[in-house]
């Protein structure tokens, strides 16, 4: 059976450091990081919320939005114990089937969630699902005459696709006549024109970057045009971590990413 180790740091005064088995970084401190406590309901929806988006994910469901939401209950007396922990999945999308969700609920809930098996057997959990239709009737049409995903969409999926270190489908996302300027050097960045320069870039990032990771703070859409507002997360060599605050303004044309330029702060 493999062992699997994590790791916290205290920093100083009320601040640690947890990281898990692969040395990813998390601030715990109080009011200023994540809370202790509340790492228990959100393991358990971070490890429900993988699983489940990765089934719907495989069966081609078209989700546009997914959120879970964990209601917890404890002791009012030391130690606190957690008794109860309500779970909401709220799923967005497109002709979902509440069939296929609800096995996929079932399914992740009795079979493959690691850390929801082990705490009902402490805790007494309990799940509900919702299910909204997508009926955002000024999507726009792709070249195929299929409906395009959003501006916004499309760039929350190339994030998606940077933090799992995925060129292939990053790439899959832009255009061939693809344009992207990066944040570096100053003042003005270097400019890539054309899909073969701009998979030069990434893959040239991606050898060169450890545990990149992009945090969307805000996405906001214009048109064929979206701004996302993010906050970038790395390590140095050592294993420290860091991060910068910035922008991307992304242009959509035809259902893909023509158009990435990035700012930053500082």
Known sequence: MPIETVRVDWIHGTEFLLKDRFGFPILMNQPMGVNGADLLPLSLIGCAAWDVMAILTKQRQEVTAFAVTAESEREAEPPWRFTKIRILYRITGRNLKEAAVQRVIALTEQKYCSTLNTLERAVEISSRYEIVENDDSSQAMSAAGRAAPSPVALATRFNEALNAGDVDAMMA??????????????????????????????????????????????????????????????????????????????????????????????
């Open 173 to 266: 996302l832009m255009s061939e006549d693809c344009t992207f300027e990066n944040t570096f050097p100053a003042p003005d960045g270097t400019r890539y024109e054309g899909k073969p320069a701009v998979r030069a870039f990434w893959e040239a990032f991606m050898q060169n970057s450890r545990q990149p990771r992009i945090e969307t703070e805000e996405a906001i859409s214009m048109g064929d045009r979206c701004v996302l507002r993010w906050t970038y997360h790395w390590q140095d060599a050592a294993g420290n971590p860091g991060h910068v605050r910035g922008v991307d303004i992304f242009r959509i044309r035809n259902g893909l990413i023509q158009e990435k330029l990035s700012y930053v702060k500082g």
